[in-house]
């Protein structure tokens, strides 16, 4: 069975950080690419970083582009989100993602096959 578990969310003032992780059993990590995504309350799934299999490429919207870092530990079974410089509108439920994707679907929801339930990011001013 495969399990996605999120870890490291919280409340954190603006301009502070936080740093997320996922760790992966039932599959095997080192093969499938990993993403980040966010969802606040009334809004869409939202794309926020995604890191390939082998931890060289990785790609950000602009929205946390030089803020946030994703990476990898396939060792471990592990990803990671380093959030830096967090803004209210960083507020959302967090979720770690698992699939094999392309770089024109990297960022759709769609192409991951397994998900976690999420952990908390609260962002206050």
């Known amino acids: 069975q495969v399990q996605l578990v999120e870890s490291g969310g919280g409340s954190v003032q603006a301009g502070g950080s936080l740093r997320l992780s996922c760790a992966a059993s039932g599959l095997i990590f080192s093969t499938y690419d990993m993403g980040w995504f966010r969802q606040a309350p009334g809004k869409e799934r939202e794309f926020v970083a995604t890191i390939t299999r082998n931890g060289v490429s990785t790609d950000y919207p602009d929205s946390v582009k030089g803020r946030f870092t994703i990476s990898r530990d396939n060792a471990k079974n592990t990803a990671y989100l380093q959030m830096d410089s967090l803004k209210t509108e960083d507020t959302a439920a967090y979720y770690c993602?698992?699939?094999?994707?392309?770089?024109?679907?990297?960022?759709?929801?769609?192409?991951?096959?397994?998900w976690g339930q999420g952990t908390q990011v609260t962002v206050s001013s």
């Open positions: 993602a698992a699939g094999s994707t392309s770089y024109g679907s990297r960022r759709l929801a769609s192409t991951y096959k397994y």
